[in-house]
């Protein structure tokens, strides 16, 4: 919640359109990709299935929701908007692949 937290205010700081609660509430809900591939790494303890599940749960999080972000800052400065959107990601996902 505070990843999405930080995220949100980032947008809000680089003069993005968005109220802080419907961005946390899109971040939680492109998060989900991820939370399915944690569960299916828990039950699966194969290291090659979870880094693809990881990866495909990723990819599917990260297009979702900087899709949404890149249009709510303004044209010059998409850059710093989407990169802490990639990078709350990377961290969650590589979370799950050390766990």
């Not at 591939?37 to 290291?47: R, V």
């Not at 990866?55 to 599917?60: A, M, N, Q, R």
């Not at 998409?78 to 050390?98: D, E, R, S, T």
């Amino acid at each position: 919640w505070v990843g999405s937290g930080v995220v949100t205010l980032n947008a809000l700081l680089l003069r993005g359109q968005i109220s802080f609660f419907q961005s946390v509430c899109v971040l939680g809900y492109c998060i989900f990709p991820l939370v399915i591939a944690a569960f299916c790494s828990m039950l699966l303890q194969n290291i090659l299935l979870k880094v693809i599940f990881v990866c495909v749960g990723f990819t599917w999080s990260t297009g979702a929701s900087v899709g949404f972000m890149s249009e709510l800052v303004p044209e010059d400065r998409k850059g710093l908007g989407v990169y802490p959107v990639w990078l709350f990601y990377v961290a969650i996902a590589w979370m799950i692949l050390i766990a």
